[in-house]
């Protein structure tokens, strides 16, 4: 598990890791991963400018050596394990999933080729076509969430190629569907889910030179770019006809709840609830997809390090509830056992999210067996062997998830 923590309390032995997150707009947090080896190396961090960091409970000697020390640091989790709202629709499932694939991933590229077409418009005129986006948005909520999950999985497949337009969709898929989850009515998940496309549209006024560069920013390109909140708001806000709330929900994406973010340094009740929800849902696949200028990380290392940031930069009760909706280990997730064997996590358990029911697909050598389900809770109290220690990317393995998927789950091999 990864768990933010102070530099002051690292101990050698513990692992350092980095959950995707940028060392520009994370000056004060140590991103250099790997294990902590020597008494210097420890020294030299904790002198440093850095204030916190991120370790992997999994890895290096020290969690091993000390199991209490682990228990104690991952119980930091515990405000997730009251689980009277989490989603006990079959929907969700990973087989549920499997059976939608096919007809999700066409409307999943179809959305994309419609927002390419919004996009480039709005790019060429200056203007926003408002009725387009609000069929676009209405068809998302009134999808079946059979077919939404699904497409939140696909969300996880695509590369940074197309990620101007794939991050619109994502952003304004997870929102309603967050926003659903949530409760909310209609109207609300209309906004969310209109604000959650455009969030970003005012990048098309920054050069592509400061959107897609692979170098530290300068601070006068960093300005520039934090300036893109103010851009779509002024884009929108020429429509006459688009509520405040959607217009609020723009401008305030990237305010921190501890004061911190941009562009008016709003803080707490201050920033709209739209704009709360869509800064963790933007900064939820903004981790998870690839870009130019980094790799992409799996869901459960950008849901912990969104957890790790509630009171920082997220809303404490918004981001617990978002745990809930997606899981500790989302849905498709590969993880590694401690036998050994790798399995695709099924579903969210009721019980625990920290054990869901997973799918056991290879063996502790690699190879592909006879697929096996188990429901980690209940097996927990039969041995320590069935708890999961790793997550891993498909390249990091012999499963190919895509492949996978492709057959419905019948065939595994290569």
Known sequence: MIIKVSTKSLKVGMYISNPGMSEVSNPNVFLSEGEITTDLVLQKIASSNYSDTFIDTE???????HKKKKQEIESLFSSTENLDNLDPSDAQTFDCILESIDFAENQYTQLIEDCKKLILAAKESGNIDTSPTYKLVDHLINNDNQTNYAMMFLSNLRGHDEHTYTHCINVALFSTMFGKYLSLGP????????????HDIGKLKISDKIIKGTKKQSAKDLLEFQKHPLYSYDMLSKQCTIPDDILRAVLEHHENYSGTGYPCKK???????????ISIVDTFDSLKSERSYRMSVSPHKAISAIFQSKGAAFSPSLVDKFVKFIGIYPNGSIVVLKNNKKAIVMSQNIKSLLY?????????????????????????????????IDVLDAKDCRLHISAYIKTKGKSLKL
């Open 356 to 388: 869901p029911v997973v799918r056991i697909v290879l063996d502790e050598n690699n190879r592909h067996c006879e697929p096996q389900d188990i429901d980690l809770y209940e097996a927990k109290d039969i041995d320590d062997k069935h708890h999961i």
């Open 267 to 277: 803080q707490r009740n201050d920033i709209s609830p739209q704009a709360s929800l």
């Open 187 to 198: 109207e609300n998940l209309i906004h969310l889910g209109f604000a959650g496309f455009y």
């Open 59 to 65: 890895k290096g000697v020290y969690f091993a050596k």
